[in-house]
Structure formats: C-alpha cells, structure tokens
C-alpha cells in the first residue's frame, strides 16, 4: 500500500487511527496488536506471499536478541551477535543479490548458471539495518529485556517499515510507553495532517510531474540535446529528492497522528555547501547507521586510526552503501563516487588549501551530486556515460527542446527550484512546535 | 566524602581537556563549547580517536552506542562524572 494512495489517505490511515484511540479510551488494551496487525496488512498489501518472510525475520531476530539480553558471558555474546547479524545479511543477500551474483559468475567465468528470479520483498533492506542496530545495542545493554509485541511493534509500524527512516527501539519504545500519547493530541493530529499534505504535495505534484521529462530524458539517452541532458539530469535529482523526501513526510505525518514523532531524514541537502554536509542533510537516518554501526566499529577494530585508514574506511562504507541500494553497478557506483567524494572534501579541509567560497562550494556539491545520481537512475553505465556526454559536449549547444510545452510544467520546475533552494523545510514546523510545547510544560 | 568526589571530578576534567588538547592540537578557550560536527576540528576521525584515547587513558569501555551520544564535551564529562 502507497502513503499516496487513496486507499491509504481514505480508509487504511483513518480507520486505524480511529481503531487505535478507541481501543486506548474504552478498553484495557494498549493498541499494540492492532497496529502490528495493520502493518502486516498494510505491507501484504502489496504481496501476501511476503508477510510470512517478514514474519520470519521478527520472531528469529526477537529470539537472537532475547538471547544476547541474557547471557552473561561477554564472548558467548558476541558469537550470537555475530551469528544474528549474518543471518540478517544473508537474508537480505539471498532475496536481493543472488541473480547479480550469478550473472557476473556468469560474465566472468562464461558460466550459463540459470537466475532463479526471486523476487524482491519491500522494505527488506531497512528492516535489516534496523535490525541489525537493535541487536548491537541489546549487546551493548543499552536495550533492555522486552516482550515480542514490543519489538514487532518497532519492526512493523507501519509508517516506517517500507522505506524509513531507519528508527531506534528505545526511542520508538519510550513513545509508545508514554502514558500522555495514549489519547488523541489534536496538535499532533493538526501537525500530523499538515505533513502529510506537504508530502502529498511533494510526491503527487512535484515528483511525478518531473518524472515525465526524466523518464523521456533517460529512455533516448542517445538523442537529447545539451540543454535537455542538463535538465534530465537536474529533473531526475530534484524528483528523486521530492519523491523520497515526500514519502518520508508521508511517514512523519501519519506516526504523529499516533503521537510518535519519527527521527529527521532529510533537512534541505541541496543548500548543503560541502559534500560533507550534504550527507548531514540526505537520508539522515542511513548515514547515521553508516557511521555509527559500520565506520565507527571498522575503525575502532583497527589497530591504528589515522587520516588514511578513516579515508579508506569512509570509502568502504560508501561502497557498502551503494551495494544496500541495489543489485546493479550503477548504484555501486554511485557509492563509491561520494565515497571518493568525501575523501577530497575530508583531504581538501585537513590540508586547509585556501578558503572556499560558499557559493562556489555549493555549485561543486550540487553539481556533484547530480553528476552522480545519473549513475543512481540509469539502467546501465551506457546510457550514464552518454547522458554525461552530452552534458559535456559545448561544441552541440542546441537550446531547442519539447521539455516545457505547457505551463503547468513550467510552474512544476519554478515551485520545484525557489522550493529547494529557498524555503524552510517540515523539520521546522515540527521543532518548532515540539519547541513551544517544552516552554510550555 | 563529597570533597573527595570534587577532587576526583576535577581530576576527571582535567584528564579529558589533556585529551582534547592532544587529539584537536589546537588552543581551546572555551572547553564547554566543543561540539562533534559542530567544531570545525572536530569530524568523524576526529571523534573515534578521541573515544579511542578517553578508552585508553581513563581505562573505560564505551560502548558502540555511545560513541554517538558522546557528542560534545560537556556530554562526555556527564557521561564520565
């Protein structure tokens, strides 16, 4: 089921809100089970056939992590952690890596091994993370013991289980467990509707409006123009931004109708000045679990931690990064590019070259960034290389283009760039007024 | 007994603003102000030395999720007093 959808916006979302504070006002029940149980729902929606994988994931990890909980012996620990945490890349491997894996065996080793087609389920790659964060920090002791509903409830409420942002049990948990967030909180209802129109918003009218020129654009890689790669290109950043930056509004605003307010994922990453602080401002939620779950233990393994053990680190992290986004080289690419990336900007700011002006930092990151989401949507590094192509090719400057035939399209454009470069975003209504409410209590 | 705990809090401090000395190598006014990602000195290299050398020095484990919250000096005193 799609946050955009009209089953959702009309029935799903209202129904188990409605359900939810009914049950909290009239009985006894804590609403926990309805909302897992809506979740299930709301994610075999899309394909029945997946629930019992998902289902699968939260009783074997709820049992992993009962288990670290208890042991007492710190090594016994470690092997459980250990032996969870490959359980859950595996996992996630088989469903979404096995035909990548046998297709280059194949290229390589002119193997004709069959692809054995298995499809992708939704929302298994953040699952996994998330997942893999909690049973660290039940190792740690940071979580303590808890009950399965408790942890379903963390996996499969709905408004992040597909695509985020990636959330903390203690966090989540603590909301849940606040006796205040039982009942309706009419600002947070207000708050909560007034983001999920922005996202609706960002989604229905901003992204898939762009998408109509990058879907073109992409599809006769080989026969636009200058001009009209420059806008493929910049239209697919901006639509990938809205869609996914929409999506997660979506989530935000339906969690706070339940009072549970969701971490950050994006704060305006196309203002950031740096590349650097453009992954400050871009999936949030993921890079934190970058450095705090992948850098910061690689590094802390290593014997010694210098300049360049954290550089080549920060490129493997990437790497991994753009391997979790999907099963084909452009993604890999795509990570390695910002991996290598924040090598320079990390080298460019220890050696202090000379002070960059923040303009001209903001037009080396911007473009950066979209040079390299090229490699992020296309098919294949072909078509990639022959959009970046006529990107480059000054000699071809032809500004005749069917890109903006009506103005509807024209406005999508404007709203999209003043949006982006020049207005506040949802994190601001929201610290705003989580500001306002702490003053007042 | 409370004058022995202030003396052991100020030796704490005072071993944590050596840290920061060694690891910044930079002149700190103001020791309070220190914020990961805040300070331009201090990024993420930065910061898992300093947790590395606060382990070494002070003989304490920090645990993978506190590496996170440990997230400015006045943090990482609370933590530690």
């Known amino acids: ?441 | 007994m409370k004058l022995n705990q202030e003396i052991n809090n100020k030796k704490i401090k005072d071993k944590v603003q050596k840290i920061f000395l060694q690891i910044f190598k930079i002149k700190i006014n103001n020791f309070e102000n220190l914020e990961f990602n805040k300070t331009k000195e201090w990024d993420s290299l930065k910061h898992i030395q300093l947790i590395l050398a606060l382990e070494k020095e002070l003989k304490i484990r920090i645990k993978t999720s506190e590496v996170e919250k440990l997230s400015s000096y006045q943090k990482i005193i609370k933590h530690l007093i």
């Open chain 1, 1 to 441: 089921m799609l946050f955009h959808s009209i089953i959702y916006l009309i029935i799903f979302l209202p129904f188990v809100f409605s359900v939810y504070f009914l049950l909290r006002k009239f009985t006894d029940n804590d609403g926990k089970y309805f909302i897992i149980f809506s979740g299930i729902f709301f994610y075999g929606w899309w394909n029945v056939n997946f629930t019992p994988l998902i289902i699968c994931s939260v009783l074997f990890n709820y049992f992993i992590s009962q288990k670290i909980i208890n042991l007492e012996n710190n090594s016994k620990k470690k092997v459980i952690l250990l032996t969870g945490i490959a359980f859950n890349i595996l996992y996630l491997g088989i469903f979404k890596y096995t035909d990548f894996v046998i297709d280059n065996l194949n290229y390589i080793f002119e193997l004709n091994i069959q692809n054995f087609d298995l499809p992708f389920p939704l929302a298994m790659s953040f699952f996994t993370f998330q997942t893999i964060a909690y049973l660290v920090d039940c190792y740690d002791g940071e979580v303590e013991k808890g009950s399965l509903k408790d942890y379903s409830l963390f996996i499969i409420f709905f408004p992040q289980l597909i695509a985020g942002p990636i959330v903390r049990y203690n966090n989540m948990m603590s909301q849940f467990n606040t006796i205040q967030n039982k009942w309706i909180n009419s600002k947070n209802l207000l708050l909560g509707l007034t983001i999920i129109a922005i996202g609706l918003f960002k989604k229905v009218i901003l992204a898939d409006n762009l998408s109509i020129n990058v879907d073109y654009g992409f599809e006769n890689y080989d026969t636009i123009n200058f001009v009209e790669s420059w806008i493929v290109s910049f239209s697919f950043t901006l639509q990938l931004y809205f869609d996914f930056s929409g999506y997660i509004d979506m989530a935000t605003g339906s969690a706070l109708l339940f009072n549970i307010l969701l971490p950050k994922n994006f704060d305006s990453p196309f203002k950031a000045t740096s590349l650097i602080e453009f992954w400050k401002k871009w999936h949030i939620t993921l890079f934190n679990f970058l450095m705090n779950y992948i850098y910061f233990p690689i590094l802390r393994s290593l014997q010694k931690v210098n300049y360049f053990n954290a550089m080549i680190v920060t490129l493997l992290v990437f790497i991994i990064s753009g391997i979790w986004h999907g099963p084909s080289y452009g993604y890999i690419l795509f990570g390695t590019l910002h991996g290598l990336g924040l090598i320079v900007n990390h080298t460019f700011n220890k050696f202090n070259l000379f002070k960059m002006n923040k303009i001209i930092g903001w037009l080396i990151t911007i473009n950066y960034v979209n040079f390299t989401l090229i490699f992020f949507r296309c098919e294949n590094l072909d078509s990639a290389l022959s959009i970046i192509k006529s990107m480059l090719d000054i000699n071809n400057i032809s500004f005749k283009t069917n890109f903006f035939d009506n103005y509807y399209i024209v406005i999508v454009y404007v709203l999209s760039l003043i949006i982006v470069f020049f207005f506040k975003n949802v994190n601001f209504l929201i610290e705003n007024y989580f500001e306002k409410k702490e003053h007042i209590k």
